[in-house]
């Protein structure tokens, strides 16, 4: 049985046969968009379209699908043998994967027979939702690493398997350097990033043999040094090496424990003084990009950061005020009159304006508008296809995060609020649209 083509809230499948059955199938568009950004977020990072598009595109219902949506009672035959036949015909706009986008500004919009279109609900909710909680997450600890390389150490405390796998897709994205799950390496091509646990160094005879031992086999290893003493563990690693003799007998040292900017001084001082200054320093542990912050306000040697539970499960903000509605349906513009919950009615299109290469302000317009800027809402499926100039390497949306972000004004990038948000504006022919919509639906 195909679990994607049922990842759907039930009531997909309920409107699904009302929209078929009362013959509603003009065309809709529905946007996605969040409603307002996360208390500790300066910016939101687009992530997770490449595997949507994919599942979209390949989504289908064979016999175990509709035997089971039999099985339920509440579907007629008609119905589902027009589930069968399913196929995605519709179009989709969506910011590039590695756009950092504000409040309300629609990340996708999908325009389909409005059945097509609300199938997939759950889907897109699902994919960009996780995905960019995730890669927010991680552009704020590689920022506050300050250009040392961070590694995802969060496999085995995030929330299920598919949350780990995708997850260190959206890390990597955000610039996070490689993974140390193996199954994530091989999914999507990510370096691999390992050095040895406690039960290594407890299991051997001592210290000094787990790390002779380990270097044997891998003489480019990051030793472990915390199970015991830490400088202690330093020392022994010291000592290995000079018995081991060579130039590089190890790469690194791992802190996992303990006041880290303190050990990591004091290990630094001490490799040096033994002629081992090419020997870099790891450190991990409970980490997040505020302590990675203090860690090198406060001076320590640290090279790189291994950050496990507070980026798999992004602790800080683990859920969006993520929305998908209704924005049009047979040629006339939809939304939402609820408090609290606005939509922006019509076909969208986003503009950001630049100066001198910084951003300055965007613009949330109509889709045929002309406005100053560039558009970030492009065409990523036609007629059910994905457009083949959209396919992109997971290298090349990361480069395109990188250079997203180098472009948003620095108080943005940082890990404080800013004095100000950044500017977000909506044109007046939206503005226009949505009073008169807005006027039109109070009369119903």
Known sequence: MSIKALFADYYEFTMLRAYFELNLTQEATFSLFVRKLPAPRNFLLACGLSDLLAEIESLRFGDDEIRYLRSLGDFSEPFLQWLRSFRFSGEIFAMREGTPFFDEEPILEVTAPIAEAQLIETLILNRIGSQTIFASKAARIVAAAQGRPVSDFGARRAQGIDAAILGARAFYLA??????????????????????????????????????????????????????????????????????????????????????????????????????????????????????????????????????????????????????????????????????????????????????????????????????????????????????????????????????????????????????????AISSKLALLEQETRARLQRR
């Open 175 to 424: 610039g996070v350097a490689s993974t140390s799950n193996v199954a994530s390496g091989a999914a999507y091509g990510l370096p691999l990033e390992g050095t040895m646990a406690h039960s290594f160094v407890e299991a051997c005879v001592s210290e000094r043999a787990a790390f002779k031992g380990f270097t044997k086999i891998f003489p480019n290893a990051t030793l472990l040094v915390d199970t015991y003493d830490t400088l202690a563990g330093v020392e022994n690693a010291i000592a290995m090496a000079k018995a081991q003799g060579g130039d590089r007998p190890f790469r690194a040292i791992r802190l996992d424990s303990g006041d880290l900017a303190e050990l990591s001084r004091s290990a630094r001082k001490l490799l040096d003084e033994a002629g081992l200054s090419h020997v870099a320093i790891v450190a991990s542990g409970g980490l997040d990009e505020h302590s990675i912050e203090r860690l090198l306000a406060d001076g320590a040697p640290i090279d790189a950061f291994g950050v496990g539970s507070d980026m798999a499960a992004s602790a800080d903000a683990p859920t969006l005020d993520i929305a998908y509605k209704l924005t049009e349906y047979a040629g006339e513009p939809r939304m939402k009159l609820s408090a609290g919950k606005r939509s922006l009615p019509g076909r969208k299109q986003v503009f950001r304006e630049f100066s001198d290469g910084v951003a300055v302000r965007d613009v949330i317009a109509l889709r045929e508008e002309t406005v100053k800027g560039s558009p970030l809402l492009r065409p990523v499926m036609i007629a059910g296809r994905r457009v083949k100039s959209e396919s992109l390497t997971l290298a090349e949306s990361q480069n395109h995060a990188r250079e997203a972000l180098a472009a948003l004004p620095k108080d943005c990038r940082g890990l404080s609020a800013p004095p100000a948000p950044y500017p977000v």
